[in-house]
């Protein structure tokens, strides 16, 4: 039996069914349950009382407040009477050829798009994936869509509360740069993403927010959009004029710069939300489902849905009734958390109508985790954890990576701007999913023999030697517990990966990344080898030897990785093996040549070069590649490695520069980039680079740190990566001086060749503020510049665009009397590389025995 709602207005409720307006508790409407804050009243009698000296609102007042406090231009901001208002004029104004919603979701995004007569493409959101939006479903929904089309998202969704997973926002929006996502934060106030202000953003980002629910207003619509400065200019052609009453203006422009209320509001629902939730669980015809917001939504099992919302509103509980949204059906409920008060006379209400609740302990399962670990570094668990992520995502299952910490030069740019690991990157990719700082919350980079910088959560917390990493490490056990529960309520399952070894007797009181996080996540473990480095049973057993009796308990198998030969040779050994500790190798990984895939901390750096070419070989592109101490971030020259006609050379020494005869020389990027250049002086490296750079023997080309290199100077007057005060003549070769200061630039860039408008993509980790007179390389200013044969830039992963590289490779070519190499389109992409790779995982270890140690067995998941 169909029922009407009555959500917001109790009103029409107490008429439809006879009851008392007053003797309604209104838990269907959302509204802050703190109420307004004090200036409203004094506000709202000061308009009243002189609104003949304000016959029109005073629009700009407003729009300079919201400047001011998001750090934006007033251009790019516009109120209006409640955000559905706007909604419907940002629809109008720009007309997409196809909306994309997640369902459920708020009904007028599909009343509106339906009232303009624009095409619909729904992306479930499912109630046995506790309504988390499923990235890759709504990204091949993008993908298919026309340009010009548009995204709505809830953040948080309603009716689920359930927020948007971390970064998706920023991935969606680099990734279909042609479309828009409308991102709709009407209750976002109250999660605890509610704080943070809206980053900086691309052009087709559009954000819709109200002022109505955290500030307890519903009968003041007072919402705003932010955007880019031209949609907002389409958007109020589009609205009739006095849009918004004087009196909502000067509330608005008031409660814009408000962000008490809103901490209060939060720290509130922190301690409040659990015991609701509870209460609600308490109830065995209730099912509620996660929530990250102000409400929760619940199913009613093994009862009529219409009789159910009639006889609460007959005891006074009225609730939102959530059969009109798409994708759900009747019986379905929304409850909007209250003051204590009032939350107990819905559970009385609910003892009333459903009988007398259990008291329990939660049932719930920790959420489904494996984590696998290594008997030393560069093991393999970086690519095995990837694959794993890559079967699980094949499965339809959210899952995500987790590395508590993790040592690396090698690192990336998430699309909020966070610094994490490169590998957990790339098994977010494997994933499908956007990386995030929550996979990945603690990263170490080596600064020195015996200092590291410490990223946490994605940003520069402090330089420490590892006596003082360790004194901090309750407290990074804390932050890193948090982000683990965090991005685990986000997906159904997650895959771990170690660091190092567990078996190290001397890091062990102080783990937190190992063993105490497969205990945190309550995840089995596989221990990984490699056998190619020798000695790998007795490896094997040693860690068993060491590891407590919990420890051991936990590793439930060995992976046996990096084998060249028969494996059945090995038979007799994994007989032995468990004979000796009762646990079974459940796969033999071969050695994989060329897997296509970036390393994650450069391990492996010196193990891939090619031989210096001598004057029989055939004609090819030299590239020569700087080898630094504090090397950082590789895999900028990684799109070289199978290029064919390109051989790539390393150069540690005069003699190798001159011996190889390079075409081209990279200087790549370093955590230390004074130290770095010092050395390279002591080596008279440096001096020989000047001198073929000065003839023209060679275009040198520096990136990040050696773009630094290039210049006339560096500083780092707070000691940033070296002592402080340190300065430093650079080589010389460009007018460029380079300071390191204390913040840290970490951003995704999309940018143009000014050359010939070559789009080019890649992202930014350096400290160094540059001031150069060169000529400039890209559109955006201050990426990199050029003199000549020499040139440098900023931007990681430049090389990955193959235009750029093309580009490059013509001009060494056509220097150099060579033949043009072919285009390689044919060059595997990253994905295929992943999949490749996942294949040849999947044929040689028992996928079900992982499967099944996850609870995640086929009939499951297939």
Request: aromatic share 6%.
């Amino acid at each position: 039996m169909s029922h009407p709602h009555h959500g917001g207005n109790p009103s029409r409720a107490a008429r439809e069914y006879g009851v008392s307006k007053e003797a309604l508790t209104d838990f269907s409407a959302g509204l802050n349950p703190l109420g307004f804050p004090p200036c409203v009243r004094g506000i709202i009698d000061r308009e009243l009382s002189s609104a003949a000296a304000y016959p029109e609102p005073e629009y700009q007042a407003f729009r300079e407040a919201a400047a001011s406090r998001f750090n934006i231009s007033p251009g790019m901001v516009i109120p209006g009477s409640g955000s559905s208002q706007l909604l419907f004029a940002l629809l109008r104004a720009l007309m997409p050829p196809r909306v994309i919603i997640a369902v459920p979701c708020y009904t007028d995004y599909q009343r509106y798009s339906r009232h303009l007569e624009l095409e619909l493409t729904h992306v479930p959101l499912r109630a046995e994936n506790d309504f988390l939006t499923e990235s890759h479903a709504l990204a091949a929904a993008l993908e298919a869509a026309p340009r010009g089309s548009m995204a709505i998202l809830g953040n948080p969704n309603n009716p689920s509360g359930r927020l948007l997973p971390e970064g998706l926002i920023q991935h969606l929006s680099s990734q279909f740069p042609d479309k828009y996502i409308c991102i709709d934060e009407a209750y976002i106030g109250f999660t605890l993403q509610g704080g943070a202000e809206p980053p900086a953003e691309a052009a087709n980002i559009l954000r819709l927010r109200s002022l109505t629910k955290l500030f307890a207003l519903p009968g003041i619509r007072m919402g705003y959009v932010i955007a880019a400065e031209d949609i907002i200019e389409r958007v109020w052609n589009e609205l009739p004029s006095w849009h918004v009453g004087a009196l909502e203006i000067r509330l608005m422009e008031t409660l814009i710069s408000d962000i008490e209320h809103g901490s209060r509001t939060r720290e509130w629902l922190q301690r409040a939300m659990p015991r609701f939730f509870d209460e609600l669980s308490s109830f065995s015809a209730l099912k509620p489902y996660p929530s990250d917001a102000n409400f929760v939504l619940f199913k009613v099992q093994h009862r009529e849905p219409g009789s159910f919302y009639k006889n609460l509103i007959q005891r006074g509980i009225l609730l939102r009734s959530c059969e009109d949204f798409s994708g759900l059906e009747p019986g379905f409920f929304r409850a909007a958390i209250r003051q204590d008060e009032d939350n107990q006379k819905l559970v009385a209400a609910l003892c009333a109508e459903l009988g007398t609740p259990v008291p329990r302990k939660s049932t719930k399962r920790p959420r489904p985790a494996l984590m696998f670990q290594g008997t030393s570094s560069s093991a393999g668990k970086s690519l095995i954890t990837m694959a794993m992520c890559r079967i699980l995502a094949k499965r339809g299952i959210s899952v995500a990576p987790f590395k508590a910490q993790n040592m690396s030069l090698n690192s990336f740019v998430t699309p909020d701007g966070g610094e994490i690991g490169r590998a957990q990157a790339l098994q977010a990719a494997a994933a499908r999913i956007p990386p995030s700082v929550l996979m990945n919350p603690v990263l170490l980079k080596p600064t020195g023999e015996r200092r590291s910088q410490v990223i946490l959560l994605g940003k520069p917390d402090s330089s420490l030697s590892a006596r003082a990493y360790y004194q901090r490490k309750t407290e990074l056990k804390t932050a890193v517990q948090t982000a683990y529960n965090q991005l685990a309520a986000q997906h159904q399952a997650i895959v771990l990966e170690g660091a190092g070894s567990p078996g190290e007797v001397n890091l062990r009181p102080h783990d937190i990344v190992n063993m105490e996080m497969a205990r945190h996540a309550d995840a089995p473990v596989i221990l990984v080898g490699d056998i190619d480095r020798g000695g790998l049973y007795a490896s094997f057993i040693g860690h068993l030897a060491v590891m407590s009796e919990w420890e051991r308990n936990r590793v439930k198998g060995f992976i046996v990785n990096k084998f060249r030969g028969d494996p059945s040779l090995l038979e007799e050994a994994h007989r032995y093996l468990l004979e000796r500790t009762g646990k079974p190798v459940i796969g033999v990984i071969p050695w994989i040549e060329n897997h296509g895939l970036p390393d994650e901390d450069g391990a492996d750096y010196n193990l891939r070069w090619g031989s210096s070419p001598s004057p029989s070989d055939s004609p090819e592109i030299v590239i020569g590649v700087v080898s630094l101490q504090r090397l950082s971030n590789s895999t900028d020259i990684d799109p070289f490695r199978n290029q064919p006609g390109v051989r790539l050379v390393k150069i540690d020494t005069v003699e190798s520069l001159r011996r190889c005869r390079p075409h081209a020389v990279i200087i790549p990027g370093s955590k230390n980039v004074i130290s770095d250049l010092r050395r390279l002086r002591r080596l008279g490296l440096e001096q020989a680079l000047i001198e073929a750079a000065q003839s023209n023997q060679i275009i040198l080309v520096g990136i990040c740190g050696g773009f630094q290199m290039l210049g006339r100077s560096i500083s780092d007057p707070q000691g940033i990566e070296a002592e402080p005060g340190a300065r430093i003549d650079g080589m010389g070769l460009l007018n460029l001086h380079t300071t390191l200061e204390a913040e840290k630039t970490l951003t995704q860039r999309q940018t143009s060749l000014l050359a010939n408008s070559s789009p080019v993509s890649g992202y930014e980790i350096h400290h160094g503020l540059s001031r150069y007179t060169e000529q400039e390389l890209f559109s955006h200013p201050g990426l990199g510049c050029r003199r000549a044969n020499i040139q440098g830039t900023y931007l990681h992963g430049i090389f990955d665009n193959m235009g750029i590289r093309c580009q490059f490779l013509n001009e060494l070519c056509q220097r150099s009397g060579l033949p043009v190499p072919a285009p390689s389109p044919s060059l595997p992409t990253l994905d295929a590389s992943i999949n490749r790779f996942t294949a040849i995982f999947q044929s040689h270890v028992d996928v079900e025995f992982l499967l099944n140690l996850m609870g995640l067995s086929s009939p499951l998941c297939g």
